[in-house]
């Protein structure tokens, strides 16, 4: 991935170019609409802005290369996990914290940095590996700090928000060395998030039964459907985003989206109630914190990830 890469890259023109009709003509839809119906528009204007602030930041990011796409999805990943550990109290411990945080930054610094033995873009073995010594650290503060009192929440806080919001979004990050980076991570984006647009749709449409109560009320089954039938189809409308894949990783990545999503978004939503909190933060207009954001790309891109190393290698 580079600039004149994605210059290059009819996949990236097409997505670009797409996705920012797409921002365009909605702007304008939801203006005209709020001019005539302020106070019925004003949440889906609100959230307008919140995509026209990440949108753009992200097309830019990638077309900017490998460098600015892992830096930022880096530091999305810090910023995830500082609303995380804010939300369950673990920022109160500067030691944990801090240790997780350099953690998440050494899993950047493994998708940029030269493999010493195969000699290609990303150590992959060191990534793979990184949760041992990330984990193998947050295990010694409380060592090193000579204490015991409450220390196994702070591990396990920490150890937790690490894996799941530091290395498995990670795993975004280290798409980009691969040979189709621009189709396989603009395919997942827009696929994960048109899943969320269809489980809302279907949900309000035809939703009668409560998918998980006591988790997310709003959640229905009839949604849950909806949106994984929208998410097998996908692949095979967009199978030029992913021009290497069989009909079986077709299948697999429909799956991986319309399940995994779903997954993702509830997981989150389990943290939030049981803390007591209705979004993990207010950083994004219209849309809470970053997490309630990137809820579902977390746990569908590690597993989209290695579907692909598992039929492709990444390197």
Partial sequence: MSLQAAIDSGIFRFYALAILSLLAFAGITIAILRWRWPQKMDHAWRSYLGWLMMVPLVIGAIFLGRFAAVFLFTIISIFGFKEYARATGLYRDFFMTGTAYLGIIAVGITCLVTDPNLHTPGWYGLFIVMPVYV???????????????????????????????????????????????????????????????????????????????????????????????????????????????????????????????????????????DVGIKDTGALIKGHGGILDRIDSLIFTTPLFFHMISFYHPIQ
């Fill in 135 to 273: 984990i193998a650290a947050l295990l010694m503060v409380p060592i090193l700090r000579n204490r015991t009192a409450g220390q196994l929440q702070v591990m396990a806080l920490a150890i937790l928000g690490f894996i799941y919001i530091g290395w498995m979004f990670g795993h975004l990050s280290f798409l980009t060395n691969a040979n189709h980076a621009y189709g396989y991570i603009l395919y997942l984006l827009v696929a994960v998030s048109l899943n969320d647009v269809a489980a809302y749709t279907c949900g309000r449409l035809f939703g009668r039964h409560p998918l998980r109560s006591e988790i997310s009320p709003k959640k229905t089954w009839e949604g849950s459907i909806g949106a994984l039938i929208f998410s097998m189809i996908l692949p095979w409308v967009m199978w030029f985003s992913l021009p290497d894949f069989t009909p079986r990783e077709l299948i697999l990545t429909g799956l991986i989206v319309g399940i995994g999503g779903q997954i993702g978004d509830l997981a989150i939503s389990v943290i939030k109630r």
